[in-house]
Every structure is written in structure tokens, then in C-alpha cells.
């Protein structure tokens, strides 16, 4: 987070990203969903069951292997990806940017349950907060 804001703009900040993502968790049955800052530092997250910091840093490694895969075999940037599991649930990690900062969110989605409108909606309100 921004280092130039005081504890209390950063504990309110934190707040507001808790609530954006307990109510994209809510809306989507989701069991977890963590804000990551781009070294795989937790930033925020909404978890039962789940450790953070090692989902943080998953989610982290996960988009190290994308960039090499977008430097390495040319392909094109990724908003997305997601690892389904057997049972299918899947762990979704979403990819974006705020002002130099980048981001990821991810979310633990149960099956046959749509994840893209929600966190498209959860990603605009993190980056309206974020900037705020």
C-alpha cells in the first residue's frame, strides 16, 4: 500500500477492501478471496479454512509463470487464470493494475458458479479504493 498514508487512511483502506471482497464472497458463494500486492504480500483477504500468506504467494508465483510464458512464447498478456481442481472447485487469479501498482485478486469458486462478473465488479471498486 501507498507508504505516504497515514496508519488511519491505511486501517480505513484496509477496511473498505475486506468488505468489497466479503460481499463479492457472499454474492458468488465464493470460500475465499485474497488481495495480493505483485510480490505475493496479502494485502487483504476473506477466508475460512485457507492460509493467506500461502495463498498470497501461490498467486504471486502463479503470475511469474505467466509473464515468463507471455516473454518466453510470446503470448499474450493474461487478465486470468484458473486451476480447477477434481472436485471442481477452482482457484481463480485475476490480474490488474493501479496507477504502478499491480495486483491480484483471487478467489476460491465453487463449480458451475460464475466468478468474471463478480470480481470484474469487486476489481473496479478495489481500484476506486485503492486511489482513494
Do not use: C
Amino acid at each position: 500500500m501507498d507508504s505516504t498514508k497515514s496508519a488511519s487512511e491505511q486501517d480505513w483502506q484496509e477496511m473498505t477492501f475486506t468488505r468489497i471482497l466479503h460481499d463479492m464472497n457472499e454474492a458468488g458463494k465464493f470460500s475465499a478471496s485474497f488481495l495480493v500486492d505483485a510480490q505475493g504480500l496479502p494485502v487483504a483477504a476473506v477466508t475460512t479454512g485457507y492460509d493467506t500468506d500461502t495463498a498470497s504467494a501461490m498467486a504471486a508465483l502463479v503470475r511469474n509463470v505467466i509473464e515468463q510464458a507471455q516473454t518466453r512464447i510470446e503470448l499474450a498478456e493474461a487478465d486470468e487464470v484458473a486451476v480447477r481442481a477434481n472436485d471442481k472447485m477452482r482457484l481463480v487469479s485475476r490480474y490488474f493494475t493501479v496507477g504502478d501498482e499491480t495486483l491480484i485478486l483471487v478467489v476460491v469458486a465453487p463449480p458451475d458458479r460464475p466468478h468474471r462478473r463478480l470480481t470484474n465488479q469487486a476489481i473496479k471498486a478495489l481500484q476506486t479504493a485503492w486511489s482513494s
